[in-house]
């Protein structure tokens, strides 16, 4: 049999694998039938005028795909079934009487229908070309070329642990130990390894938390406003929700000792910056917390969520370095510090709920992904995490002051914004004659994205509350936003 194969010396792909597409093409397409033989790799190579290296090698590779057979003695020969047919699935005849209607009731479990309820996955506008509505990392200055070095020197890693199942459900213990001694410097948190949990981000450690200890009906309280992806969980598993105010200083906690509050098990907060409204909780309320949850026998849950982002004062150390009784279940992310898709969050545990957790997260997932856990481990241990977030910190107070700045020129005595010089957003009171929607409406026709504060909210109904994403928009574009807002205002209003 001759064989008809063109091969280009300058294409820049390795001969052999040019021979091996050709031959595989030609397989598929029957130009070379089951069960024939094909020549040897001597008269191949002599016929092509290439190295017979190339063609043993091209042969070897068709053969460990199963598309080729060698029969000792006799030659190479096209298999009678190829891995195409063996990969795909014929789809199965559907008798339109036996499956008649799609109709059928979805027989969900209750938790299905609650998760069916309360979660919905954010949703992008597309159509706005700035938007105010993410607080997610300056993607540009991130520190890619270090990041992928290092995934790259661990996804060579010759090592069978990295690819395989670990036997340590918490994570890869080298990354507890270097975020043990991280919160320990940068946030006062007091821990060990061993209570350190490597989740795929906050919202699997709230995730994890609920299941292990709220049972549907079980009261849990949180901020009002507060965040809404720790809410979706709590309704998700069918928790009693109990909202709880937030004023100047941080979540009321008189309000958790009011009589229809004597159950609550657990009560989420985010204490360095408030998710939306960016306050601070007070020494006096932390340590109120701290006793009511003593007395309660109640658990905390701490979502440190943007805490290395504050400008100008001392940082303000973790609740969970405070706490005297084992009640606060610290979370923190990566999602912030690094980026969002790496989905590489934890939460320290306080010891009597280390093993509980690390069973709750076999059961789930196993384990997180070893080769970013690898990566990351190098990457704090290496310095790059606390010089970015150095950086990081620098750039997002530019942009905030540049925010508050066009705030002042261009929307001036129509603003008040509310809470810390902190984080990756800011929530701000508009005074406008203007409903949240249309506003958000007439911002969008002029390609400007903003976001009402109002979902956060459980019992009020707040209007001309917005909260403000800054860190990923350069300060030209974060003047430009605010100016196209103040034109909208001040066209409707007579202020
Ligand atoms: C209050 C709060 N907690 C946590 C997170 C981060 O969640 P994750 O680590 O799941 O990305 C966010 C993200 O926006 C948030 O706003």
């Known amino acids: 049999m001759d064989l008809a194969v063109t091969l280009d010396d300058n294409s820049g792909v390795p001969l052999h694998r040019q021979l091996h597409e050709e031959l595989r093409r030609s397989i598929l397409s029957g130009r070379l039938p089951a069960r024939s033989r094909i020549p040897s790799t001597r008269a191949l190579a002599l016929s092509l005028g290439v190295s017979r290296t190339t063609v043993t090698q091209c042969y070897e590779d068709l053969i460990s795909e199963g598309y080729l057979q060698a029969a000792i003695g006799s030659g190479t020969f096209i298999c009678q079934h190829l891995p195409e047919e063996l990969l795909r699935a014929e789809p199965v005849r559907r008798s339109p009487k036996l499956n008649p209607p799609q109709k059928q009731p979805l027989r969900l479990s209750a938790y299905g229908n609650r998760a069916h309820n309360s979660a919905r996955p954010e949703r992008r506008r597309p159509d706005a070309k700035l938007s105010f509505g993410h607080w997610r990392p300056a993607f540009k200055q991130l520190p890619l070329r270090h990041w992928r070095r290092l995934v790259t020197r661990h996804s060579r890693s010759n090592g069978r642990a990295v690819f395989d199942y670990s036997e340590d459900s918490l994570g890869f213990e080298p990354l507890r130990e270097a975020i043990a001694a991280y919160l320990s410097r940068s946030r006062a948190v007091q821990c060990e390894p061993g209570q350190v949990l490597i989740c ?117 150390p973790a609740l969970q370095g405070l706490d005297q009784n084992e009640s606060v279940i610290y979370v923190g992310t990566f999602s912030k510090v690094l980026f969002p898709s790496l989905r590489l969050g934890y939460l320290v545990a306080p010891p009597r709920l280390v093993e509980i957790l690390a069973r709750a997260k076999w059961l789930v997932d196993r384990q997180s992904p070893l080769i970013e856990q690898y990566a990351l481990t190098d990457f704090i241990n290496e310095g790059h995490l606390e010089r970015h977030i150095r950086r990081m910190r620098t750039l997002y107070d530019r942009r905030r002051n540049a925010l508050v700045d066009a705030f002042s020129e261009y929307l001036p005595s129509r603003v008040s914004i509310l809470g810390e010089n902190a984080g990756m957003h800011l929530m701000a009171r508009l005074r406008t004659d203007l409903g949240d929607q249309e506003l958000i409406a007439r911002a969008a026709e002029r390609g400007v994205e903003i976001v009402t504060a109002r979902p956060y909210y459980l019992r009020s109904k707040y209007q001309g509350e917005f909260i403000f994403g800054y860190s990923n928009l350069s300060e030209a574009r974060i003047r430009e936003g605010i100016r196209k807002l103040s034109q909208v205002l001040n066209l409707i209003d007579d202020f």
Not at 202 to 211: F, G, K, P, Y
Request: a negative charge; charged letters at 20%; hydrophobic letters at 40%.
């Open 200 to 316: 795929s981000g906050a919202q699997r450690a709230v995730d994890l938390i609920t299941r292990v200890l709220i049972d549907p009906g079980d009261a849990v309280a949180m901020e009002d406003p507060g965040y809404l992806g720790a809410r979706q969980v709590f309704m998700a598993q069918g928790a009693d929700l109990s909202p709880v105010r937030v004023d100047e200083s941080g979540i009321v906690v008189k309000e958790l000792h009011k009589n229809s509050n004597s159950n609550i098990k657990l009560v989420y907060v985010s204490p360095s910056h408030q998710f939306p409204t960016g306050i601070l909780l007070s020494l006096s309320r932390r340590l109120e917390l701290l006793a009511w949850a003593a007395q309660q026998n109640a658990f905390i849950i701490e979502d440190d969520y943007d805490s290395e982002y504050r400008y100008g004062g001392r940082p303000v």
